[in-house]
């Protein structure tokens, strides 16, 4: 668990880069680069936030924003919910693909909220072809992609925590190295206290692997509810995010057969702050019509839930935001 905050990410040097691309493809080699990546080891903390402590009733919403495109129409669209709390993935900063923009510090400016960032990755290239169209220059200025909290209360304390760090998206050994993405990191999710009226709650956004069977995303949340009762012990916990529940699994009720869920259940959570429904459609990046997936959730613990919905990501003037719609839920202590 790193706890380091950081008000900018520093940059990966010519020399980190270099020994980058010259690294040998091995779980041990990914541990000693991401280790040595100052940007991969703090949170960014920026924005600012507008209330002193949460209602005793507040909204999160829990949005897969597909690098985030377009950081004014997403922040619009969020508005619809009136948000206490956003949790982020898949935010682009410094990509060429968002136009170099940090898009996080973008929609929580829009939302007037502030906001924790962290890296999952440190890419290296512009992505794949869907991507590359929207590439105005050939180079990444900061090439960093991760997860991220808004809050519209101030953070007591956050933390990152990674999920894995034997590069799943690099190594030879890992299995899963993809040519079209190459890639320092590994998935991860941003913790953050916040105040609230009765007491302090914990919010986590977190995004599980996508290239991995069921056993990894268990294994992972696993790991995130051990790395959550270390930061927070005895507080209210809200969990959201893209859990890639059902890839690489039988298409029959496929996010059903994710051993998760009970996982979750047997040390306190509930699932019923997450909506029925599927959660993914196609999009300018992902223009996949026959994909219908339910990746995303909402789960609780210590807390009571008066209300869940999904929010399209189709924006009032018909562009689809992302590949994943939005699950939000009104929750009370």
């Known amino acids: 668990m790193i706890s380091q905050t950081v008000t900018e990410l520093p940059a990966v040097t010519d020399d980190q880069r270099d020994r980058i691309l010259a690294a040998p493809r091995t779980a041990q080699s990914h541990r000693k680069l991401i280790s040595e990546l100052p940007a991969m080891n703090a949170v960014q903390l920026g924005g600012a936030a507008s209330s002193e402590q949460l209602a005793k009733e507040f909204t999160v919403?829990?949005?897969?924003?597909?690098?985030?495109l377009f950081p004014e129409a997403t922040a619009a669209h969020l508005s619809k919910l009136s948000p206490?709390?956003?949790?982020?993935?898949?935010?682009?900063?410094?990509?060429?693909?968002?136009?170099?923009?940090?898009?996080?510090?973008?929609?929580?400016?829009?939302?007037?909220?502030?906001?924790?960032f962290g890296v999952e990755f440190h890419e290296l290239d512009l992505g794949?072809?869907?991507?590359?169209?929207?590439?105005?220059?050939?180079?990444?200025?900061?090439g960093w992609h991760g997860n991220?909290?808004?809050?519209?209360?101030?953070?007591?304390?956050?933390?990152?925590i990674r999920l894995d760090d034997h590069?799943?998206?690099?190594?030879?050994?890992?299995?899963?190295?993809?040519?079209?993405?190459p890639r320092v990191g590994g998935r991860n999710a941003i913790a953050a206290i916040v105040p609230g009226v009765k007491g302090p709650i914990c919010f986590v956004s977190t995004h599980l692997e996508s290239n991995a069977d069921a056993a990894h995303r268990h294994q992972q949340f696993d790991c995130?509810?051990?790395?959550?009762?270390?930061f927070a012990p005895g507080l209210p916990v809200m969990i959201g995010?893209?859990?890639?529940?059902?890839?690489?699994?039988?298409?029959?009720?496929n996010w059903r057969r994710e051993t998760l869920f009970t996982l979750a259940e047997e040390r306190g959570y509930s699932w019923s702050f997450t909506a029925p429904g599927t959660t993914t459609r196609p999009s300018l990046i992902t223009p996949h019509p026959d994909r219908?997936?339910?990746?995303?959730?909402?789960?609780?613990?210590?807390?009571?839930?008066?209300?869940?919905?999904?929010?399209?990501?189709?924006?009032?003037?018909?562009?689809?935001?992302?590949d994943h719609d939005c699950v939000w839920c009104r929750a009370t202590v």
């Open 84 to 116: 206490d709390v956003v949790l982020l993935s898949e935010v682009d900063h410094g990509m060429a693909r968002t136009a170099q923009r940090h898009t996080t510090e973008a929609v929580a400016a829009e939302l007037g909220m502030a906001y924790a």
């Open 148 to 160: 991220a909290i808004l809050s519209s209360v101030p953070f007591e304390r956050t933390a990152l």
């Open 61 to 68: 919403a829990a949005w897969n924003v597909e690098r985030c």
């Open 292 to 322: 219908v997936m339910k990746l995303d959730w909402l789960a609780g613990r210590d807390l009571a839930c008066r209300d869940t919905g999904i929010l399209t990501s189709i924006s009032d003037e018909g562009t689809p935001l992302s």
């Open 224 to 230: 995130l509810m051990d790395a959550i009762d270390a």
């Open 128 to 142: 794949g072809p869907t991507e590359r169209a929207f590439c105005a220059d050939s180079f990444n200025t900061l």
């Open 167 to 181: 590069g799943h998206w690099f190594s030879a050994d890992a299995g899963a190295a993809d040519p079209d993405q």
């Open 241 to 253: 995010g893209d859990l890639n529940t059902g890839n690489h699994l039988p298409p029959d009720f």
